[in-house]
């Protein structure tokens, strides 16, 4: 006979006494897309703040070419050239847009996936606060309904009575 490992049975469904393990279990993280979200957000600013210097770099030599040449046509026209040149830490065009723009998504993702998190896990334990066992077959079912039924599920009332006195009018 050879021995599971423990908790592999709990997934199997094999143990009819570990129901309420199996259903305290939570879903994985991976399965919501909000943690994805998340999850790539935080690697492109890490992405975006290691690029964020060589970027630098390399636009303000394209400014200062664009600057160049802006200068050149200002001494031909004979006049004195007042564009200041490009630095790498100071550029007409920045990662500031994009790295706000990553960082609101990625705070969204890791709010909406908490919270979501959050209300799955108070739903799970409201849940199985009031699951008891059916003491003739062993399965689980609510101790109260959670739900009103709707209107078709609803059993038919029965007409008054001929005589009585209600706020519709019956002919008997």
Known sequence: MALRKPRQH??????????????SASRPLADSPWFWVYLFGI??????ALAGPKFGERQAQIERE???RTRAAQNLNGAEPDVPLSTSERTL????????????ITAVGWIVHWWT?????????????????NPEHGTPQR???TALPTPDQRPPTPDPPCGSSTLRSTSC
């Open 143 to 145: 101790a109260f309904p």
């Open 10 to 23: 709990l997934r199997r469904g094999h143990c009819s006494g570990c129901y309420n393990a199996v259903m």
């Open 66 to 68: 664009y600057q160049g």
């Open 117 to 133: 998190r959050r209300v799955q896990w108070t739903q799970r334990h409201s849940r199985t606060s009031d699951v008891v066992l």
């Open 93 to 104: 065009i920045t990662l500031r847009p994009l790295f706000l723009a990553l960082a609101a």
């Open 43 to 48: 690697a492109a600013l890490i992405a975006l």
